[in-house]
């Protein structure tokens, strides 16, 4: 996040503005308006509904008591990272067999040449024409039609940093591409970033199925199952094109990746069927911008936040709510315990802080690092998340329950939507912040977890299925708040 200037196009800016308060106003006038308005958004979303399943947390990881897959791999040690890897394998193959015919006019899926378990500390081995030795890494290579994994360092360091299904995640993504190589889903010139979203949402048909429990040997919950499975979908880099196995470029923001999923897991095989370049340039083009400045981070002090309090009135100004107070410590609320690093009270109609908490969760993310955070953006998100319910309670809109966490997560989200610099002029910063993508991975990062207070009502409880609360702030980051009120009313 950055307070750049204001550069040029202003005036055109500007209207842009002017178009995005009118959606404001409507927000308090009550839903008609915006009914007649806009059909397309018309629809409400229930708090407890993961695409057409039930959210709820549960057990997620292999099934107790399944019959270890036979699937032959090569260079296996048959121990227990090549045990997961060959049961996720299995899964995903038996799942494609089921869909690929009525996906793919009618073709019959077949499972891929070789599977290969290698050791990438061990010298010597070759695959694809490439050395696996420090390949830490797993991936489908096409010309030899083989998914290959690194038993050695990258599945022990995914079971270990996010669990079991982070393994199954990896290779349902490889299989993903084995799919798109199977169904000409991509033409083989397409970017690498159109097939990489692809094989995501590949991925996300794949997890509904298991959601829905039909695979032989890994169950998730829609709930923190499915928010783990799409947390790790920022750490596969898996693109060998130009031997840069760690770039972000391929694969796309954290966000184009989890919408990807998020895509394939309500839509179906069809639906990934029809991602192509156009589409994915579309969602990418917003930031083309601030491709340079994306890695500049805007500290949270008083001056910062002066800035972020000033872009959320311009966003909220002609709602004619009220702007709350802004308090630089805690402070007790009547009736309310409150919550933490930011509250909400509206009896006072103030937002109190406390800046060592918001600090905190600006802190870049580092694994074992007490002091570890999700990022700057991620900070002010939380801020803006307690603002957006004082245009919430002006509005006389209810502050608790599920529809108030989600309303309010799509209200930050349009906050966030205006704040992207867009050389087509279709976005229109307010005010001198701009975001770049790190900065909404940041926030979709935090609300995946477990603690943020962006997808939260006013007593910081989130509906259970980061699922939701991811579609909630996109639906606002592509479509302004106008839609907010109406599918969480
Ligand atoms: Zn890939």
């Not at 800046?355 to 074992?368: E, H, S, V, Y």
Request: hydrophobic share 35%; charged share 20%; glycine share 12%.
């Amino acid at each position: 996040m950055a307070a750049g200037s204001a550069g040029t196009g202003r005036s055109r800016r500007i209207v842009g503005v002017v178009l995005a308060l009118i959606s404001c106003v409507a927000l308090l006038g009550g839903c008609s308006r915006v009914i007649s308005g806009t059909p397309t958004t018309a629809g409400r979303a229930a708090t407890d509904d993961v695409a057409g399943l039930p959210a709820s947390n549960g057990p997620s990881g292999p099934k107790s008591g399944a019959q270890p897959s036979t699937l032959p791999v090569e260079g296996t040690d048959n121990g227990e990272m090549d045990r997961l890897a060959r049961d996720a394998v299995a899964d995903v193959q038996s799942y494609w067999r089921q869909r690929f015919p009525e996906s793919f006019d009618g073709k019959e899926f077949e499972p891929v040449k070789k599977l290969v378990s290698y050791d990438s500390g061990a010298p010597g081995g070759n695959l694809c024409g490439k050395s696996t030795q420090g390949a830490e890494n797993a991936f489908y290579c096409a010309q030899e039609d083989t998914v290959a994994w690194d038993r050695a360092q990258l599945l022990p360091q995914l079971r270990a940093s996010f669990g079991p299904m982070a393994v199954v995640t990896v290779l349902a993504h490889e299989m993903g591409h084995a799919v798109q190589a199977r169904a000409g889903t991509a033409p083989p010139d397409a970017p690498a970033i159109v097939l990489e979203q692809q094989a995501d949402c590949f991925t996300g048909t794949f997890f509904r199925h298991v959601a829905e429990g039909g695979a032989e040997h890994f169950q998730v919950s829609t709930g923190d199952g499915l928010n783990e499975v799409m947390g790790v979908l920022n750490y596969i880099r898996d693109t060998p094109a130009d031997g840069d196995f760690t770039g972000t470029g391929a694969h796309g923001s954290a966000f184009d990746r989890v919408t990807a999923f998020q895509d394939g897991f309500s839509g179906g095989p069809q639906r990934c069927a029809e991602l192509d370049a156009a589409e994915v340039k579309q969602r990418t083009t917003q930031f083309r911008f601030w491709q340079d400045d994306q890695e500049q981070d805007l500290p949270v002090d008083q001056r910062n936040l002066t800035q972020v309090r000033d872009s959320l009135r311009e966003v909220f100004r002609d709602t004619g709510a009220q702007p709350p107070q802004i308090v630089g410590e805690p402070r007790s609320c009547p009736g309310m315990r409150g919550t933490r690093p930011v509250s909400y009270c509206p009896a006072t109609n103030t937002v109190s802080l406390s800046m060592d908490g918001l600090q905190k969760i600006a802190n870049p993310p580092a694994k074992d690092d007490p002091n570890s955070g999700y990022g700057d953006f991620a900070a002010y998100a939380q801020f803006a998340s307690r603002y957006a319910l004082s245009v919430q309670r002006a509005a006389g809109l209810p502050l608790e329950g599920g529809n108030a966490g989600l309303r309010t997560a799509c209200m930050v989200g349009s906050w966030s939507g205006l704040l992207v610099e867009d050389p087509i002029g279709q976005r229109n910063p307010v005010g001198k912040l701009r975001i770049a993508p790190g900065d909404v991975d940041e926030g979709v990062a935090a609300l995946l977890g477990g603690d943020s207070l962006i997808a939260a009502g006013i007593n910081g409880e989130q509906v259970p299925a980061g699922f939701a609360r991811v579609e909630a702030f996109r639906t606002g980051f592509q479509q302004g708040f106008a839609p907010c009120s109406t599918r969480y009313p």
